[in-house]
């Protein structure tokens, strides 16, 4: 796009960051941070910094908080001053749009620096001191909390309680069938019962009436019966649904979740792509513009684009008299951005089709219909209700006589197509939403034409039951709307703290819909109960409008860490210490090459140690070994959960543990678990250790016709029976080398083999002896510290025979090998307490 005169280089995302293994932050300097070059980024930035030699540097990262803090760091590690104008930032990856933006460099934007740097901060602080204590609590490893997942998993929590609690309320209907003559019929609804409207939700209401039984629900059923009706009202009017805007990140990733079935970060990944360029004949061209924004504002020259393309396709009947202008409704959006849409919206998804993948395509798709669609013209709908009433004696007026039951029918029709012939029919959780009274309006069955005053009869009528039904489960599209609304998190959170939540194991997926595992119940209620600020939805909220000014440069960055930070360490001095049991002190969460464990604070003066993950009890589950007669029971294994003997090892009876299908094995006739990978996917498996049989796709009622196997839910049914002629080879799971049986006499040969070389090993270290010692060189002499400056502190903790050693080491004098074990050990002394002071400034 730039011509030879340019060479563009990548810095594949951050290049540095705050340490891994420390704070990295001086709480007492204004939460200051300190900033390394990320370990595998070490060879990009030094590549970056050979390029960049001589040369003039461009900074072209991401148009975000996260881009511009990349760009600032890129600047500082290759030398150059971020004031300068080196920054350029473009919406689109397009010729023009990017030559533009090379012409009119800016500085780096500090306000997005800082915003991004208050909220690494803030992660840094929480997750540091937090991650460590619910590791502690549930003795599990790779824990987290932090300030938007703890909530988004909140979200998840309560709404599973809340439709566990849920209790079902009976109600009931009445249906009605209407002659009209000329053989017409009229289907109709009992609307009102001497002035009260029937009530269909939850619970009583004042002034409805409530069918809470079948036996009211007939009763009254008996008594429309009776009368005689009329027709007293038919009310036809026009009623408009305007198109929803363009895409921001979260209707997005609803639309893609709801349409394609899509999760949100799968949908991001294949937005990135088509932001970032596809190979067409005119070059690499960036499909769609950036992905992450939460404004639907649209440049001028695309709606003018975009009715030229209405115009050409449509035709002239679906483009408005002028451009549609949207605007947020919520304040405090960021308006920098555009709304997600197609970089040149000639470009149709047909014509690029075969350039891009299955998923690349029907995400592409979906954004230029939705694009394309929000600048055409209402669809139109003819709404027509009709009201029958109890028909007074002789069908005249009779002031005396009022009528006591009405029955109400709606129909609509769709007139005119408007929108939906681009968009479709399908709408994502009310995304669009209709001008009159903000009502959805559908297409329904069109009611046959019918006057004021026509005569009808109660053909028959059906009472009908209901049950009220609980709050749905979230799915993907849901939980980010709702978190949209709640103001929790922002375009770039939303699909990273869905992965670390299924990551983290709090929360599983069933089909679309997203589950809390135990572990994340557990989490929850431990955070509402010991840090409620963390977990707060309006606390939260608060924080990401105060990082939002921030960026504005409406409040300086410390300040709004402090302000977060104050109320958290109040409630982490509340948390009570686990103590060691040998000498007092509190134990803390340490590393080591073998993995986590707890350690007391005292080392090395204490070395007290214990195993991080306790051994789960073996449960019983109230089942004979149908081998022994003995209980079975429940234990935990390298590969999850499993069921076996309690008499374990004079009886081996063991079995899958997982929920019953109800289907049995069409191999050797035992039960069928549903059971989940460590992803959370779901999979079927006879529970029959020595049998094979294994489906990725749930089994069906029906069989097959050809051999009497369950089919399975793919498409309409298939067969995995091998030996079926319909059989779908697909369906079958490759052989894999590693299946138990396997594996464990692969494992045996393993170390068979292993202890082979070894004792081959040993007896060659006892022929070759003396040869072998002869060559084993002397340790090198220990290297003075590179953090000498910041140990002298700490000198005075030492007794006076290391203190000698440590400072004589740092002087780079030759000390003896007693010498330079004592300095050593002095040194390493004074690192655990220079690391245990940075701690006590934390807490």
């Known amino acids: 796009m730039l011509g030879p005169g340019y060479e563009v280089r990548a810095s594949l995302g951050h290049v540095a960051d705050l340490p891994e293994r420390e704070l990295g932050v001086d709480v007492e300097r ?42 600032w760091h890129v600047a500082r590690l290759l030398g150059r001053d971020p004031k300068e104008p080196l920054r350029v930032e473009f919406h689109e990856i397009t010729p023009r749009v990017v030559r533009q933006a090379v012409q009119n460099p800016r500085p780096i934007d500090q306000n997005l620096v800082d915003a991004q740097q208050a909220r690494r901060v803030l992660d840094r602080l929480v997750g540091y001191n937090l991650s460590p204590l619910l590791s502690l609590e549930f003795r599990k490893r790779a824990l987290s909390a932090g300030r938007v997942q703890s909530v988004a998993l909140r979200l998840l929590v309560e709404r599973e309680e809340e439709i566990e609690a849920f209790r079902p309320e009976e109600y009931w209907t009445l249906e009605g069938v209407f002659a009209l003559g000329q053989d017409r019929t009229l289907p109709a609804s009992l609307y009102e019962v001497e002035g009260k409207r029937l009530w269909a939700g939850q619970g009583e209401k004042e002034g409805k009436l409530h069918l809470a039984n079948e036996a009211q629900a007939q009763a009254l059923a008996e008594e429309v019966k009776g009368p005689s009706y009329r027709v007293v009202q038919v009310e036809t009017r026009e009623r408009r649904k305007s198109p929803p805007p363009p895409f921001t990140t979260s209707t997005l990733q609803q639309a893609a979740s709801s349409r394609l079935g899509y999760t949100a970060s799968r949908t991001m990944r294949i937005a990135q792509r088509l932001y970032e360029g596809v190979d067409l004949p005119e070059g690499t061209v960036g499909l769609i513009t950036y992905m992450r924004t939460d404004s639907v504002r649209v440049s ?87 009201l029958l009433k109890v028909a007074p004696s002789g069908l005249t007026k009779d002031e005396g006589e009022k009528p006591r039951f009405t029955f109400r029918a709606s129909g609509s029709v769709l007139k005119f197509e408007g929108y939906l012939k681009a968009w479709g029919r399908g709408d994502e959780g ?7 009274e903000g009502q959805e309006v559908e297409a329904e069955p069109p009611l046959p034409l019918v006057a004021e005053g026509t005569g009808a009869e109660l053909l028959e009528v059906k009472a009908q039951q209901h049950f009220t039904e609980p709050p749905p489960r979230y799915t993907d599209a849901t939980l980010v709307k709702t978190m949209e609304e709640l103001g929790i998190g922002r375009p770039s959170t939303y ?77 982490l001095s509340q948390v009570p210490k686990k103590t060691c049991p040998r000498c007092g002190r509190p134990l803390e969460l340490k590393v080591s090459r073998f993995g986590q464990f707890l350690g007391c604070t005292g080392y090395p003066e204490c070395t007290y140690t214990e195993p991080l993950e306790r051994k789960k009890e073996a449960e019983p589950i109230g089942e004979a070994c149908p081998k022994c007669g003995r209980p079975l029971v429940r234990k935990e294994g390298r590969y999850g959960s499993f069921i076996a003997c309690s008499g374990y090892p004079e009886c081996d009876y063991t079995r899958d543990d997982g929920e019953p299908t109800g289907h049995t094995c069409p191999k050797c006739g035992s039960q069928v678990l549903e059971k989940r990978s460590r992803r959370g996917k779901p999979y ?54 590693s299946s138990r049986a396997a594996s464990s006499s692969g494992d045996l040969a393993s170390r068979g083999r292993r202890s082979s070389r070894r004792k081959a090993a040993r007896a060659g270290e006892s022929r070759t002896g003396a040869k072998a010692k002869a060559k084993v060189q002397e340790p090198s002499p220990p290297k003075p510290p590179k953090d000498w400056e910041e140990l002298k502190p700490f000198l005075g903790e030492l007794t006076p025979e290391e203190r000698q050693a440590a400072e004589a080491l740092a002087l780079g004098e030759v000390l003896s090998p007693e010498a330079a074990k004592l300095a050593q050990r002095a040194i390493f002394k004074l690192r655990m307490k220079k690391g245990r002071a940075r701690k006590e400034a934390v807490t």
């Not at 409008?545 to 109040?570: H, I, N, S």
């Not at 049989?693 to 016709?705: H, M």
């Open 30 to 71: 204004d939460f200051a941070p300190t900033y390394e070059v990320k370990k595998d980024k070490k060879p990009v930035v030094e590549a970056l910094k050979r390029a960049a030699k001589g040369k003039r540097l461009l900074i072209a990262t991401d148009p975000d908080r996260e881009g511009e803090a990349i760009g």
């Open 300 to 386: 001028p020259e695309a709606l003018q684009a975009a009715r030229e393309v209405i115009q050409r396709i449509f035709g002239l009947e679906y483009l408005p008299e002028g451009p549609r202008v949207y605007r947020n409704r919520k304040e405090g959006v960021q308006d920098a951005h555009e709304a997600i849409r197609p970089t040149d919206v000639r470009r149709t998804p047909d014509s690029v089709r075969k350039y891009l993948s299955d998923e690349e395509y029907r995400l592409y798709d979906l954004i230029w219909r939705r694009f394309v669609a929000s600048q055409m013209r209402d669809a139109l709908y003819d709404q027509t209700v009709v």
């Open 430 to 436: 009310g995304v669009a939403q209709a001008v009159n």
């Open 495 to 571: 699909a990273p703290t869905l992965e670390t939540l299924e990551k983290r194991g709090y929360m599983v997926r069933k089909g679309r819909t997203l589950l809390p595992t135990p572990l994340g119940r557990q989490v929850t209620h431990y955070l509402k109960e010991r840090f409620p600020q963390v977990v707060a939805y309006e606390f939260t909220a608060r924080m990401e409008d105060r990082l939002d000014q921030v960026e504005e440069g409406k409040a300086p960055w410390p300040k709004v860490v402090w302000e977060f930070y104050e109320p958290f360490l109040g409630e």
């Open 684 to 737: 079927y498996k006879c529970e029959n250790n020595a049998c094979d049989f294994l489906s990725f796709y749930p089994l069906l009622d029906q069989t097959c016709p050809s051999c009497g196997w369950p089919l399975v839910k793919k498409g309409e049914g298939a067969c995995m029976n091998p030996a079926c002629p319909v059989h779908d080879p697909k369906l079958v799971p490759p052989p894999k080398a």
